[in-house]
């Protein structure tokens, strides 16, 4: 192992004066390449490396071209804000090699993200480089967020890779159009906290194709997300897709227009998923899941206005976020526990409404277990086709319900 590594480690250097004698010999149109390439192999822990690539971050936002290479060859670097507007109308990250973050141990006590972008507009990040948190040492505290872009306009997250985030690996908020192509993201199936992506208050998000397996949510969306489209992704392991939690701690929170698309779970805890916390308001409208195939997932459907994480909410209380239209279409494959379908809304009046099921056949993993669906409180309509196991769905009692309320499309249907 010792002997492998240190036959790296002499490669490694020796690639590294090649292309630190190549950047030297290129026009120096681009002063921070060189900069870098000196803080390369200074050891761990290297402060003057970030402190240079936060200068040369500088150097190109202020310039016109706009490329910079993020390289931090064997050294681990701390936290990092590449800070924006930029002078570069466009400014296109090319991530080479391994990135690697400082343990815990190093980590200053001020920082609760790794790398973060803010008010960095039309930012692409490329290359085949791979962020490596080294999560490991926090997964029981629960901190420090992987990368994040905070307030930009027009964003390109194009094959990025990201392992073992101390906390969530990616989060987008304040963001303003946004694509994230075959993004990569790895943690292992038990690391707390580990959400590959989490979008909040932002406004057109593609999240087209990528895998992602972590130990927590593959993606949150959370208040004041609009238009989020994910298509062809491949959660697992960990929680599924979720919309919310929303409505914490009293919160109002919005979401709407959200379209997952031609996703499939793989050995996840749960497949899709809208959660809300009682006592929060806003509502949640126009989600559609479709498509969908899931493989010995423990909790395929879940849609619940229940959801106390830390028991520190009551349960059915107002206000609630309420819910409007959210279509379940199109899934198919096998469920891990009896638990398939979970719909659980509010007693209280239009918590829930426009709850579309239609063309689902999950089975169970194992066929003698028996599969079960919750569906109460809610009118269901059921479209295109059946829907397995058989899901009845029970209207809020008459109590509550307001009798001015009519929406003639809605009826409480049990499939045969
Ligand atoms: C950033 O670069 C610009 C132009 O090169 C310079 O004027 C400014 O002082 C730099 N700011 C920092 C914080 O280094
Ligand atoms: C973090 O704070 C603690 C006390 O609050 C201090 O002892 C420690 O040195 C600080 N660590 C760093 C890296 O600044
Ligand atoms: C999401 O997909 C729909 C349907 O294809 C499309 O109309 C919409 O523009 C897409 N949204 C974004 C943010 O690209």
Request: aromatic share 6%; with cysteine.
């Amino acid at each position: 192992m010792a002997t492998h590594y240190s036959a790296v480690a002499v490669t490694f250097v020796l690639s590294l004066i090649i292309i630190g004698f190549i950047v030297f010999m290129q026009p120096r149109n681009n002063k921070f390449d060189a900069k870098v390439v000196r803080a390369v192999g200074d050891g761990v822990n290297d402060d003057s490396l970030a402190l240079s690539l936060i200068d040369a971050w500088n150097a190109t936002c202020h310039s016109t071209t706009g490329l910079f290479k993020l390289s931090t060859g064997n050294s681990q670097v701390g936290p990092l804000t590449f800070t924006g507007p930029c002078i570069a109308k466009k400014m296109v990250v090319n991530v080479v090699g391994n990135v690697i973050a400082q343990p815990k141990n190093a980590w200053p006590n001020n920082s609760d993200t790794w790398i973060k972008f803010t008010n960095v507009h039309n930012l692409v990040i490329t290359g085949t480089g791979t962020f490596d948190g080294q999560g490991s040492g926090w997964w029981n505290c629960d901190k420090v967020i992987g990368l994040a872009f905070h307030n930009c306009n027009g964003l390109f997250l194009n094959g990025l890779t990201s392992v073992n985030s101390p906390r969530n690996h990616v989060s987008i908020n304040a963001c303003n159009g946004a694509t994230i192509s075959n993004i990569n993201i790895r943690a292992p199936w038990d690391s707390p906290n580990t959400d590959g992506i989490d979008i909040s208050d932002s406004n057109g998000v593609n999240v087209i194709g990528g895998h992602i397996g972590t130990g927590d949510d593959c993606i949150a969306i959370n208040g004041g997300s609009y238009n989020i489209n994910i298509t062809s992704l491949n959660c697992g392991p960990g929680h599924g897709i979720s919309v919310g939690s929303l409505g914490r701690n009293g919160a109002n929170d919005v979401v709407k227009n959200i379209r997952v698309i031609g996703a499939t779970f793989t050995d996840t805890q749960n497949g899709v998923r809208i959660k809300t916390v009682p006592g929060g308001s806003g509502s949640a409208s126009q989600i559609t899941f479709s498509g969908i195939t899931m493989t010995r997932v423990q909790h395929p459907i879940i849609l619940t206005q229940f959801y106390c994480p830390h028991k520190s909410c009551t349960k059915d209380i107002l206000p609630v976020v309420q819910i409007n239209g959210v279509s379940f279409l199109d899934i198919h494959g096998t469920s891990a526990t009896p638990d398939a379908i979970s719909i659980s809304c509010s007693a209280h009046p239009k918590s829930c409404v426009g709850i579309t099921l239609g063309k689902i056949n999950i089975q169970p993993v194992n066929p003698s277990m028996k599969l079960v669906t919750t569906c109460k409180n809610v009118y269901a309509r059921f479209i295109l086709g059946p829907v397995v196991p058989r899901v009845v769905c029970t209207p809020p009692p008459p109590t509550l319900t307001d009798h001015n309320y009519k929406d003639h499309n809605q009826h409480a249907i049990a499939t045969s």
